[in-house]
């Protein structure tokens, strides 16, 4: 499966963005698919993910309440809807798949897509 990232850019803090995450090649509704994000200089770190059926989906402690993971089957898309940004968002923000269960270990992952840059300034 080929992931498409996309949604990021620009903006300032308090503001919201969505991201999407667009799969071609297979459906990717037997798929988990978890957001990851890095920053420059710092190890690549989970996001949220959402499980095949969207029944699960575990967010990091430090984007919690702020940030929604949803997906929509049909369009082949997961999306991160993004809320009250904050400058330590800054990131790129990479989506991936697994079969079946989700994973919130960047390794577990079997196929990703291009990071698309969120950068939040203050």
């Known amino acids: 499966v080929q992931l498409q990232a996309s949604g990021g850019g620009l903006v300032q803090a308090g503001d919201s963005l969505m991201l999407s995450c667009t799969a071609s090649?297979?459906?990717?509704?037997?798929?988990?698919v978890g957001w990851f994000r890095q920053a420059p200089g710092k190890e690549r770190e989970f996001v949220a993910a959402?499980?095949?059926?969207?029944?699960?989906?575990p967010y990091a402690d430090s984007v919690k309440g702020r940030f929604t993971i949803s997906r929509d089957n049909a369009k082949n898309t997961v999306y991160l809807q993004m809320s009250s940004l904050q400058p330590e968002d800054t990131a790129d923000y990479r989506c991936?798949?697994?079969?079946?269960?989700?994973?919130?270990?960047?390794?577990?992952?079997?196929?990703w897509g291009q990071g698309t840059l969120v950068t939040v300034s203050s």
């Open positions: 959402i499980s095949w059926r969207g029944a699960s989906t």
């Open positions: 090649g297979r459906a990717l509704s037997d798929y988990a």
């Open positions: 991936a798949a697994k079969k079946w269960l989700y994973g919130t270990i960047w390794t577990e992952y079997d196929y």
